[in-house]
């Protein structure tokens, strides 16, 4: 026989208005065989108490508050039962308050009635059918003005989400620095293969036919001057200082940015975030944490990689249609490209990783929960993405001309 403090028992008690029922002692499968008829006894007390006859409408409770302040230990029956007690509270017209419950039983909770409320059949559905054509009668579509608007008003609200959660990955840096930060090293490496190794292909092709192209376009005009010489300083400054991690930004924006975004926001469509939260684990630096320090790390060296085929396709053009000797052309590049340039170069580079990075995970994480909202959160990162590379370059470039670099 259990002692008094491990027996299952279900007390309520009435409030005025509201129905308190605690549970206390020890609820579990484990515990089921021995105490099954004292559970069972306490359960269908507290389902009376819910049931009130017309009779006494007048006189019934308002608010169902569940508590467990004396509980030892607990598991999924204790949780059935609370939530069958909840789903009749809301059938009786009472509001349901889990402030009383541990934390962790709280948060179940709230996720059942958000499931079951979001698989609920939507009542407008059977309602929408005027009398003439039995068609849905839609909203009126929105005007010029009131769209602009809506935008505009939502645009601080944007901007604050952003900003707390461009908040909340730092402190998730600033855990891993000090190795409390719960990520899983497989992961991260496996996102430095993704974002690293597996981008090389489409890399190395964008940025030799950006240098081809480059060195075609400033030959046209360096040819009436005798200098095509000078080809292979355009190329090359330009595609170490911006040319080259922009192309790099701007195709792991398309590449690794939507995949980040459709990947968490696929696992938000299967409540994979919800139960992540649930075991105690912060999406932030589960799931956002390696994807940003991977791709910070990983563009800068992919850049360097794409200033080096950028400056090969040049080298190819100059050598193989201008006639300029392949000695020329390498020691004219290494003349007019300072190591000054290269660090230019590096720094957009950082700052573009950690914008797509970023960019990808926020939107993936605020997706809804279906399939549409998974792809529309995908666009918005790509989107995002290359916006904020061509502002965050514009910045850089004003800031470095201002000090003459």
């Not at 407008?124 to 909203?139: D, I, M, T, V, Y």
């Not at 402190?171 to 490496?189: K, P, Y």
């Not at 690293?196 to 890399?203: E, K, Q, Y």
């Not at 797509?356 to 549409?372: H, M, P």
Request: charged share 15%.
């Amino acid at each position: 026989m259990s002692n008094l403090a491990e027996t299952a028992l279900l007390e309520t008690e009435r409030r005025g208005d509201m129905l308190v029922v605690t549970a206390s002692g020890v609820w579990s499968m484990r515990a089921r065989a021995a105490e099954a008829r004292n559970m069972n006894r306490s359960g269908e007390t507290a389902l009376a108490a819910l049931s009130s006859g017309p009779e006494s409408a007048s006189s019934a409770p308002r608010v169902l508050e569940l508590r467990a302040d004396r509980l030892k230990e607990w598991d999924s029956s204790l949780l059935a039962l609370f939530a069958e007690l909840a789903d009749r509270a809301r059938q009786a017209g009472m509001t349901v308050d889990y402030a009383g419950l541990p934390e962790g039983m709280a948060r179940l909770l709230a996720l059942a009635d958000a499931k079951r409320e979001g698989g609920a059949p939507s009542a407008s559905g059977q309602a929408g059918k005027n009398a003439s054509g039995g068609k849905k009668a839609g909203p009126e579509p929105a005007g010029l003005l009131e769209l602009v608007g809506g935008k505009t008003l939502a645009v601080p609200g944007l901007t604050l989400a952003a900003l707390n959660f461009i908040g909340e990955v730092t402190a998730g840096f600033g855990r891993f620095c000090i190795g409390r930060a719960a990520v899983n090293s497989r992961d991260m490496w496996r996102v430095f293969r993704q974002c690293g190794v597996d981008a090389l292909a489409i890399v190395s092709l964008t940025s030799l036919l950006l240098g081809l192209i480059l060195a075609f376009v400033s030959s046209l005009q360096l040819r009436a001057f005798g200098a095509e010489i000078y080809v292979s300083a355009l190329v090359s400054v330009s595609m170490v200082r911006v040319m080259g991690p922009v192309l790099t930004g701007i195709v792991l924006a398309g590449r690794t940015g939507a995949s980040f975004a459709a990947i968490i926001g696929s696992m938000q469509a299967n409540e994979e975030v919800d139960a992540l939260i649930t075991f105690g684990l912060d999406p932030v630096d589960f799931l956002v944490l390696p994807r940003v320090l991977g791709l910070a790390v990983m563009t800068p060296l992919l850049t360097i990689y794409a200033d080096v085929m950028g400056i090969l396709g040049g080298f190819l053009v100059g050598t193989l249609m201008m006639d300029i000797s392949p000695s020329a052309y390498w020691e004219n590049t290494l003349a007019n490209m300072s190591l000054s340039q290269i660090w230019i170069g590096l720094l957009h580079a950082l700052v573009f990783g950690f914008v797509v990075s970023i960019t990808g995970c926020y939107q993936g994480l605020k997706a809804g929960r279906n399939v549409e909202a998974v792809g529309q959160a995908t666009t918005a990162a790509v989107v995002n993405s290359i916006v904020g590379i061509i502002v965050s370059t514009s910045v850089i470039t004003i800031m470095f001309t201002a000090v003459s670099l």
